[in-house]
């Protein structure tokens, strides 16, 4: 990439070709994680900095927060700070000026934790307020550590606050579509709450580990991203149909009589019908899944004994995260198997009930499937996602807002 530098001295039609530049790379850009990254990427060539971290208001909480952007394997991490504070960001975000430190060290105003988690050290630092087009403050642009080693200069100043003008609605934009996208997959996950809570011990549990399976399957199957994400969040689901079963059968605590399995079956009926004619990608997801997520590869599952390929992959894949849970889950009408028999089960039912294709998935997802199950044996009552690999997994993708969402309720669920 080429950048001419912004400290340098720079005409009239030098800054504009900048401006315009930024303008063409940050505009289209609505995921907010993505718009960020990239904006701060732009930030660190055009200033020519050691880092730049945007710090965005959230209001709620009263806090500023910013994903680490490198070090020490923390990508993606949340840094919070409170907005009342009297660190140097939190006073820009309080009073909309800027504030320029020589020497970040010696200002009380300036804090180390974020220097202490990323080995950086801040030597010069810059911080403006980011505000939208009515001139509310949203958050903070900070730079820190120019290249040259000199102090930021009012030129500086006045390019990042340019910069943060230029932004400020994209990152707004974001923020609102980010704001929708999450208040969907809460409705999702209630509703599925709706649908599971009856008939089992540990909703929050279940949905979340089919979820995190069905992305993990989605992934090593070669899936990209954004279509892995859609199967994890369309997956909790995939039962809406039990809303419409009678308690006598959902919550038998014994074996279902011939007659009341074949009742039991219509809960895929019932979800496809729920989910019929659905406009969204993720619901359109969900219908499949809920239709079909009892097809079995060999033709022998329910409702229409469709075999093989003819089943939706989607509902391949939640058909193996949903077995295997089930499996290692306590039912009204079962014990708990241990996580090595559910395993042997699956790998078991490969051609019979299982595309072959996802059990080999499966396989190679199992060392990170174990470990989630370890440590959710072990904290029954607070099942928080344990394992490092899982965990990163799951954050790799773009809705940390729906980690956010279930990592909140499951936070909340805690005794
Ligand atoms: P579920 O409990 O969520 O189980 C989902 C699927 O996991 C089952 O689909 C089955 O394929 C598998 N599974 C669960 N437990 C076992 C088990 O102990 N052994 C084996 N081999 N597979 C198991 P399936 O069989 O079509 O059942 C669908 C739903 O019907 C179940 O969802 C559950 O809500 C209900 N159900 C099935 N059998 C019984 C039963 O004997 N008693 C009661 N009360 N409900 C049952
Ligand atoms: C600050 O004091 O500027 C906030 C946190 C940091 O970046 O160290
Ligand atoms: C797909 O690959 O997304 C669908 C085709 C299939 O059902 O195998
Ligand atoms: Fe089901």
Same mark, same amino acid.
């Given at each position: 990439?080429?950048?001419?530098?912004?400290?340098?001295?720079? /005409?009239a039609?030098?800054?504009?070709? !900048?401006?315009?530049?930024?303008?063409?790379?940050?505009?289209?850009?609505i995921?907010?994680?993505?718009? +960020?990254?990239?904006?701060?990427? *732009?930030i660190?060539?055009?200033?020519?900095?050691?880092?730049?971290? %945007?710090? !965005?208001? =959230?209001?709620?909480?009263?806090?500023?927060?910013?994903?680490?952007?490198?070090?020490?394997?923390?990508?993606?991490?949340? %840094?919070r700070?409170p907005?009342?504070?009297?660190?140097?960001?939190?006073?820009?975000?309080?009073?909309?000026?800027?504030?320029?430190?020589?020497?970040?060290?010696?200002?009380?105003?300036?804090?180390?934790?974020?220097?202490?988690?990323?080995?950086?050290?801040?030597?010069?630092?810059?911080?403006?307020?980011?505000?939208?087009? $009515?001139?509310?403050?949203?958050?903070?642009?900070?730079?820190?550590?120019?290249a040259?080693?000199?102090?930021?200069?009012?030129?500086?100043?006045?390019?990042?606050?340019?910069?943060? /003008?230029?932004?400020?609605?994209?990152?707004?934009i974001?923020?609102?579509?980010? =704001?929708?996208?999450?208040? *969907?997959?809460?409705?999702?996950?209630?509703?599925? %709450?709706?649908?599971?809570?009856?008939?089992?011990?540990? /909703?929050?549990?279940? !949905?979340?580990?089919? $979820?995190?399976?069905?992305?993990?399957?989605?992934?090593?199957?070669?899936?990209?991203?954004?279509?892995?994400?859609?199967?994890?969040?369309?997956?909790?689901?995939?039962?809406?149909?039990?809303?419409?079963?009678?308690?006598?059968?959902?919550?038998?605590?014994?074996? +279902? /009589?011939?007659?009341?399995?074949?009742?039991?079956? $219509?809960?895929?009926v019932?979800?496809?019908?729920?989910?019929?004619?659905?406009?969204?990608?993720?619901?359109?997801?969900?219908?499949?899944?809920?239709?079909?997520?009892? &097809?079995?590869?060999?033709?022998?599952?329910?409702?229409?004994? +469709?075999?093989?390929?003819?089943?939706?992959?989607?509902?391949?894949?939640?058909?193996?995260?949903?077995?295997?849970?089930?499996?290692?889950q306590?039912?009204?009408?079962?014990?708990?198997?241990?996580? &090595?028999?559910?395993?042997?089960?699956?790998?078991?039912?490969?051609?019979?009930?299982?595309?072959?294709?996802?059990?080999?998935?499966?396989?190679?997802?199992?060392?990170?499937?174990?470990? +989630?199950?370890?440590?959710?044996?072990?904290?029954k009552?607070?099942?928080?996602?344990?394992?490092?690999?899982?965990?990163?997994?799951?954050? $790799?993708?773009?809705?940390?807002?729906? =980690?956010?969402?279930?990592?909140?309720?499951?936070?909340?669920?805690?005794?």
């Open positions: 990439m080429q950048y001419f530098h912004a400290n340098n001295k720079l /005409t039609e030098q800054k504009l070709k !900048l401006l315009v530049e930024f303008g063409t790379r940050t505009s289209g850009e995921r907010l994680d993505k718009l +960020l990254d990239i904006i701060a990427q *732009q660190t060539a055009i200033l020519d900095v050691g880092r730049c971290t %945007i710090y !965005l208001k =959230d209001v709620e909480k009263n806090e500023l927060w910013s994903k680490i952007a490198q070090g020490r394997g923390l990508e993606h991490t949340e %840094i700070v907005l009342d504070g009297n660190n140097a960001v939190s006073i820009v975000a309080r009073t909309g000026e800027v504030i320029n430190l020589p020497n970040a060290y010696e200002d009380p105003r300036f804090s180390m934790d974020v220097d202490m988690v990323t080995d950086f050290r801040t030597h010069t630092m810059l911080a403006v307020p980011l505000k939208n087009n $009515s001139g509310k403050v949203l958050g903070v642009f900070q730079v820190a550590n120019k040259d080693g000199t102090p930021f200069e009012k030129n500086d100043e006045g390019i990042l606050t340019l910069l943060a /003008t230029l932004a400020g609605s994209s990152i707004e974001a923020k609102l579509y980010q =704001d929708v996208h999450v208040a *969907q997959l809460e409705t999702i996950y209630r509703l599925a %709450i709706t649908a599971e809570y009856r008939d089992q011990q540990d /909703t929050r549990a279940h !949905l979340k580990n089919i $979820s995190i399976i069905s992305y993990l399957l989605a992934r090593a199957l070669g899936m990209g991203t954004k279509d892995s994400e859609l199967i994890k969040n369309a997956s909790p689901l995939h039962d809406i149909g039990k809303v419409a079963l009678a308690d006598h059968i959902l919550l038998k605590p014994g074996k +279902l /009589t011939p007659e009341e399995f074949e009742i039991m079956k $219509s809960h895929t019932y979800g496809g019908r729920i989910l019929e004619g659905a406009h969204s990608k993720v619901l359109k997801i969900a219908h499949k899944m809920s239709l079909y997520h009892h &097809e079995k590869w060999n033709g022998k599952g329910y409702p229409n004994g +469709l075999k093989g390929e003819e089943i939706p992959l989607e509902a391949r894949i939640i058909t193996v995260a949903d077995v295997f849970d089930a499996l290692c306590f039912r009204v009408y079962k014990q708990a198997w241990k996580t &090595e028999d559910a395993y042997e089960y699956i790998l078991s039912e490969s051609g019979i009930s299982f595309d072959p294709r996802i059990v080999a998935a499966f396989k190679k997802i199992y060392p990170s499937i174990r470990k +989630l199950y370890a440590h959710i044996s072990v904290n009552k607070t099942p928080v996602s344990g394992a490092a690999e899982t965990q990163a997994a799951f954050e $790799s993708t773009d809705s940390s807002a729906h =980690d956010a969402t279930f990592r909140s309720m499951i936070e909340n669920d805690k005794e």
